[in-house]
């Protein structure tokens, strides 16, 4: 069993933890500082620190992990390895080099493509076939480090960013613990990561789940699901917002923005085909089937979507 120091943050790190703790001697978990959450903006620990506190094992919080204290913090717990996946910092090379077997990343595409910080959604929007796990050594790039194992798995067409995250977390973790052993044992050899092929999938801002009109059906409805449950997917109508939950493509063609009806479907015409709204959210109401929308708002069909509210003095 080896000592190892876990780094990790969101939920698609609990199922690596969890293996880690039943595998091998979990001396300290690494995560981000509590952070204000919910309509109250109370501060809530994350979804790691929770897993690390049920199974008693001490925790460090820092806000920046660069920093000299944050190191020194790092050096009371001597490691062979260091486990990280989806910490949400870069990681300088001095803290890398601390355990014995140098650090460890389970990263959630096959390197490298979709480097970064969001290769689930990225994969998605992008409509790729396939997606998978990688285990690599890590350095100080950005997901540069050579590869030990891959393993791929494909994307449904009815994946979202949340069924594919879920997929994704527990090869994650079944890939690591497979792994560990070469690593330990040094039967395994690191791969370095081909040039070719390099893409990167940056941080997604809210502001991206706007909704662009003039775009083709198919990477809106493509873009819906992998940002499906976060940032959604949202436009406006009748000066007020309006969340689209869940759509589909569907025959025909109309102008951009332009709701109109299909037969029972309610649709909006884009750049390229037509997306039918299957269920949607008027601000400040509750969700709604576009059928039962309609019947509440009338006026919706023939209406164009995408206009913002204006500010009036």
């Given at each position: ?7 990790g943050t969101p939920d698609f790190a609990v199922p690596v ?132 194992r891959a393993r791929a798995i494909a994307i449904a067409a ?156």
């Amino acid at each position: 069993m080896a000592r190892i120091i876990f780094m990790g943050t969101p939920d698609f790190a609990v199922p690596v933890l969890q293996r880690l703790i039943a595998a091998h001697t979990v001396i300290a978990v690494v995560t981000q500082p509590d952070r204000p959450a919910g309509r109250g903006r109370d501060l809530q620990m994350s979804p790691i620190k929770r897993t690390a506190l049920d199974a008693g094992i001490p925790v460090l919080q820092p806000e920046k992990i660069r920093r000299a204290e944050a190191i020194e913090s790092l050096r009371a717990y001597p490691a062979d390895l260091a486990i990280v996946a989806a910490f949400g910092q870069i990681l300088p090379q001095v803290v890398l080099d601390l355990p014995v077997y140098g650090s460890i990343n389970v990263h959630a595409s096959l390197l490298p493509r979709w480097r970064g910080a969001a290769p689930i959604q990225a994969c998605i929007r992008a409509g790729d076939s396939e997606t998978g796990v990688t285990i690599m050594m890590m350095d100080a790039g950005l997901d540069t480090g050579a590869m030990l194992r891959a393993r791929a798995i494909a994307i449904a067409a009815d994946d979202t960013g949340q069924s594919l995250h879920d997929k994704l977390s527990i090869l994650g973790a079944d890939l690591l613990i497979e792994t560990l052993p070469g690593v330990l044992d040094r039967s395994i050899t690191p791969t370095p990561q081909p040039d070719d092929g390099v893409t990167f999938a940056p941080r997604i801002e809210k502001e991206e789940g706007r909704i662009d009109w003039s775009a083709s059906a198919v990477a809106i409805e493509r873009t819906m699901r992998a940002f499906t449950p976060w940032p959604g997917t949202f436009t406006h109508w009748a000066g007020q917002g309006l969340k689209i939950l869940a759509g589909a493509l569907i025959e025909g063609n109309a102008a951009p923005g332009l709701v109109v009806l299909r037969g029972e479907r309610v649709a909006v015409g884009t750049g390229d085909g037509l997306f039918a709204l299957d269920r949607v959210q008027l601000e400040g109401r509750k969700p709604a089937d576009a059928e039962s929308f309609v019947r509440g708002y009338p006026s919706f069909v023939g209406a164009y979507l995408g206009l913002a509210p204006t500010s009036t003095t």
